[in-house]
C-alpha cells in the first residue's frame, strides 16, 4: 500500500512547472532533498543533464534525468518503481514526466523524446510495456495524451 502511495504522488508531481527553469535549480534542488533526507550526500552521474534542440528553434535545450542523481541514504529517492523525473527546459517552460527509460529519435525535422514509463500510465500494470512519444511545437510539449492527464503547477 506504502508503495502506491508513493506512486500516485509521485505521479500527481508530474507537468508543467514554471518555478525551477534552469538545470542548476533542479540539481540543486534535488541537492536539497537528499541533505533533508538523514543529511543525505548527493551526487548526479555524468549523463544527468544532457543537451539537445527539442523544439527546432536553433537553440540547445536541456534534459535532466533524475534517474542519474543519487542519495547516500536512501536507493529509491530518484529513482522509486515508477521512474525517475525527467525534466524537459525548453525555453520558458518546464515540463516534468516520470520515466523509466527514455531516448531521443530523429525524424524527419522533429526531435521526439520516447518514455519508457510504468504500465499504469497506459491502464496496465507496473510490469507491462508502456511509451510515450513527445514532440514539441510553437505551443510547447506535445503528446497524444489529453491535458487532463497532466498537472500543472
Not at 502511495?5 to 525551477?20: H, K, P
Not at 543525505?40 to 540547445?60: I, M, T
Request: aromatic fraction near 8%; charged fraction near 20%.
Amino acid at each position: 500500500m506504502y508503495r502506491a502511495w508513493i506512486l500516485v504522488l509521485l505521479v500527481a508531481s508530474v507537468g508543467q512547472l514554471q518555478a525551477q527553469t534552469t538545470e542548476t535549480e533542479v540539481i540543486e534542488a534535488a541537492r536539497q532533498s537528499c541533505a533533508d533526507l538523514d543529511s543525505g550526500e548527493f551526487s548526479a552521474s555524468d549523463d544527468a543533464v544532457k543537451y539537445v534542440d527539442l523544439n527546432g528553434d536553433g537553440e540547445q535545450d536541456i534534459l535532466v534525468d533524475e534517474g542519474q542523481f543519487a542519495c547516500s541514504t536512501s536507493t529509491s529517492l530518484f529513482s522509486p518503481t515508477g521512474g525517475a523525473q525527467l525534466h524537459a527546459i525548453v525555453g520558458d517552460d518546464h515540463d516534468v514526466w516520470m520515466a523509466q527509460a527514455w531516448r531521443l529519435v530523429d525524424w524527419g525535422e522533429d526531435t521526439i523524446l520516447l518514455l519508457a514509463e510504468h504500465g499504469s500510465r497506459c491502464g496496465g500494470y507496473g510490469y507491462q510495456h508502456c511509451y510515450e512519444a513527445i514532440v514539441w511545437s510553437d505551443d510547447g510539449a506535445m503528446t497524444v495524451r489529453g491535458a487532463e492527464d497532466t498537472i500543472e503547477e
